[in-house]
């Protein structure tokens, strides 16, 4: 019994050492600066805008935003004529015909995000097996979720010359494995931007990092002011208390 107990920690430890030397192997992303970082921090909202136009223009095609609907937009200070003809530019599902066949029609603000595809196998159909992730959490879904973001988006390479990728992959030294099958979605000069903005690889990604990072947390700013609030009034209400005990309390020894 006690042998065969060894036997399969032995193979447990040999299946697991390649996945800890790749995870090793792995590039840890260096740290950016984000607006929305620390306890004070906000949403810089321009950015946040030109991170939207970067996710429609070129990543909406396969990625989802499943818990936003285009009202939320207003969050990061978009109007609502900005809003409408935003959500008009999609075609999202409206019900099905007599015949059974789906109907779509213009998104609303009250509408949701567009879904790329209709559902998982769809996707894993026209992507040759892959299945591209929904962004709503994607900042919060890994630890240090918005420098890895970044990383991952600028850090696609030429493989070194010992390393066969598989086909249809591509090299990442950010991604566990270091092949990943999403082809680069950034390239120099692909998206222009509305407010004249210098349209770079590094600057894309850092917009629609700074996007993604308040979808996953629309409200994160009016909490970010509540708990400071907060703290302010349990500062003073320390202060008032302390106050009183001297007050009250100062000729007791």
Request: glycine share 8%; net charge neutral; hydrophobic share 40%.
């Amino acid at each position: 019994m006690n042998r065969f107990v060894l036997i399969l920690a032995l193979a447990g430890l040999t299946l697991g050492a390649p996945a800890r030397a790749e995870e090793a192997d792995t590039l840890t992303p260096p740290s950016q600066s984000w607006s929305f970082a620390g306890p004070l921090g906000t949403v810089d909202q321009a950015a946040a805008q030109r991170g939207f136009q970067v996710y429609a223009d070129a990543c909406s095609n396969c990625h989802g935003l499943k818990y936003l609907h285009y009202r939320d937009l207003s969050g990061i200070g978009f109007t609502e004529d900005q809003i409408k003809k935003i959500a008009a530019r999609f075609e999202v599902p409206a019900g099905f015909d007599n015949q059974g066949n789906l109907v779509t029609k213009a998104a609303t603000p009250a509408s949701a995000f567009r879904n790329p595809f209709p559902n998982d196998e769809a996707a894993r159909a026209m992507l040759n097996g892959a299945l591209p992730p929904d962004l709503s959490l994607i900042t919060s879904s890994f630890p240090n979720g918005p420098n890895y973001i970044y990383a991952l988006l600028t850090g696609y390479r030429d493989p070194p010359a010992d390393l066969k990728l598989a086909d249809g992959m591509n090299f990442n030294p950010y991604f566990p494995g270091h092949q990943i099958a999403m082809p680069p979605p950034l390239n120099e000069g692909d998206i222009t931007y509305t407010d004249g903005t210098a349209s770079t690889v590094a600057q894309n990604a850092h917009d629609v990092v700074t996007f993604l990072a308040w979808a996953a947390h629309p409200d994160m700013v009016q909490r970010k002011r509540i708990g400071f609030g907060v703290v302010l009034y349990f500062l003073g209400m320390a202060g008032v208390t302390f106050a009183l005990k001297r007050r009250i309390w100062h000729g007791v020894h």
